[in-house]
């Protein structure tokens, strides 16, 4: 079974910032999309931002300006660059593929205290 693996969560206090990294195997060949979403206790899960192979970029309004998506393409990898980071960002975050077929990492969980 296809898994995508996370890393980068933890623990940051308000106004710091974490990099989460989610890779693919490389042998998936027909990615388009790739994604971060997050789930709050009690919250649906939410998209967070997204990138096309071409890189053109899609964020929810509660993180423009703060959070940087990017990937390599030829790594099948993408990055999710998370500054100025608030207690609201504290949730489990997912990362996605889109393509032939869709793939979810296992989830990594980033806390926002003081």
């Known amino acids: 079974q296809v898994q995508l693996v996370e890393s980068g969560g933890g623990l940051v206090q308000p106004g710091g910032s974490l990099r989460l990294s989610c890779a693919a195997p490389?042998?998936?060949?027909?990615?388009?999309?790739m994604g971060w979403y997050r789930q709050a206790p009690g919250k649906e899960r939410e998209l967070v931002a997204s990138?096309?192979?071409?890189?053109?970029?899609n964020y929810a309004n509660s993180v423009k300006g703060r959070f940087t998506i990017s990937r390599d393409n030829a790594k099948n990898t993408v990055s999710l660059q998370m500054n100025s980071l608030k207690p609201e960002d504290t949730a489990v975050y997912y990362c996605?593929?889109?393509?032939?077929?869709?793939?979810w990492g296992q989830g990594t969980q980033v806390t926002v205290s003081s």
């Open positions: 996605k593929t889109w393509g032939a077929r869709e793939y």
């Open positions: 490389v042998t998936i060949f027909s990615i388009t999309v």
């Open positions: 990138i096309t192979r071409g890189g053109t970029t």
